[in-house]
């Protein structure tokens, strides 16, 4: 029997290439990147993890649609795209793979206009508040 690893595409919106240097007592010192490596060790066997981030939400948009009926599961930071694209919202709805919203901040306790999602109504589940570890617990929700 072949077994075939799970499919996962994590998805970054604006200003996420910045994590390591933007705001580090909200969002660390870790790049990205450097977390991404420890995920595929952690997943490795388990899950073929693949990683796009852009700051123009035509790109976020294009990349859905692009795995959004082949892939197994898409873990979504849309950063402030979540508050405001009803396109991007829109985007997730019209694909068949599950979408999981992660933040790595808890936004509830930030700006008021931060505690409305456009894209919530559309994912699987939500994951808020624990920092990059967010992406694990969402990673997990596919296995």
Request: charged residues 20%; contains cysteine; negative net charge.
């Amino acid at each position: 029997m072949v077994v075939t690893k799970k499919q996962i595409l994590i998805v970054n919106g604006p200003n996420l290439n910045l994590l390591g240097k933007r705001e580090p007592e909200i969002y660390g010192h870790q790049t990205f990147e450097q977390y991404f490596e420890i995920l595929r060790d952690k997943f490795e066997g388990q899950v073929d993890l693949h990683y796009f981030q852009s700051n123009h939400e035509g790109a976020l948009i294009d990349k859905i649609h692009e795995v959004g009926f082949t892939f197994d599961g898409i873990v979504l930071n849309a950063g402030g795209l979540t508050h405001t694209s009803i396109a991007l919202a829109d985007a997730i709805a019209a694909v068949k793979t599950p979408t999981v919203e992660v933040h790595i901040s808890n936004v509830h306790a930030r700006e008021e206009y931060r505690h409305h999602s456009f894209l919530s109504k559309n994912c699987i589940g939500i994951i808020i508040g624990f920092g990059l570890r967010g992406y694990d617990f969402a990673i997990q929700t596919f296995l």
